[in-house]
């Protein structure tokens, strides 16, 4: 079946330096979701990126979307401490289900 | 605008004890409706779903059920509970097609 992977599981950083999250698809997504979960919260919404190529951001955040629709990545630039949290990537398959990436989980180291 | 209700945010049940979950949207009418449970740091694994009255798609097969008796109502339910079942229950709701899915703030279950 359709799967997304999602890389690294944990990220350390210290505060200020910089956040990736890799997500990358079996196949190809008609489009792809980001959701923060912040400790012991619910994952919110943040982005969704629909186009080949597409380059989106949000303040110190940056969402692209594969040219071939299979692979996505989102960067942060300069954490902060309200950057903690799991990040998920999911794509939207053929059968408008989404498919969940396993999250990172970003950690500020003290 | 839409909101999500879930109830309630913490539970702790025995095995072999029956669960019912209650999640509510409001604001929205025909929405698509998710059951997920999300193990200690882990992902979120899709459980259930229905995209109208009476229509449910299990994902994984497993002791629990769910059922939409109303539009806007979506039940997770379980007749005997194992000890595998503990873990973050959460509820969302989608526009469909496309559209993200928005989260309730989940039931924590710990089953002694």
């Known amino acids: 079946g359709q799967q997304v992977m999602q890389i690294p599981q944990y990220q350390h950083v210290q505060e200020g330096e910089d956040f990736t999250t890799y997500c990358n698809s079996s196949?190809?997504?008609?489009?792809i979701q980001w959701y923060k979960q912040r400790p012991g919260g619910h994952p919110v919404f943040l982005i969704q990126l629909v186009k080949s190529g597409e380059v989106k951001k949000q303040k110190r955040l940056t969402f692209q979307f594969g040219e071939a629709k299979k692979n996505s990545s989102l960067h942060i630039t300069a954490t902060q401490t309200t950057d903690v949290g799991t990040y998920f990537c999911a794509g939207l398959g053929g059968n408008y289900q989404l498919i969940w990436g396993a999250g990172t989980k970003l950690i500020i180291k003290p | 605008s839409q909101t999500i209700h879930q109830w309630p945010a913490t539970l702790v049940q025995p095995v072999g004890s029956p669960l019912s979950l209650e999640c509510t949207v409001e604001g929205t009418s025909n929405p698509n409706l998710y059951w997920y449970r999300q193990a200690a740091g882990r992902g979120l694994q899709l459980l259930f779903y229905s995209v109208g009255i009476g229509q449910i798609s299990s994902e994984v097969p497993q002791n629990l059920s769910a059922s939409r008796p109303q539009d806007r109502q979506f039940i997770l339910s379980s007749k005997k509970l194992l000890l595998s079942d503990s873990g973050f229950y959460l509820c969302a709701w989608s526009g469909g097609g496309s559209q993200p899915q928005h989260f309730g703030d989940g039931t924590r279950l710990s089953i002694l």
């Open positions: 196949t190809t997504l008609s489009n």
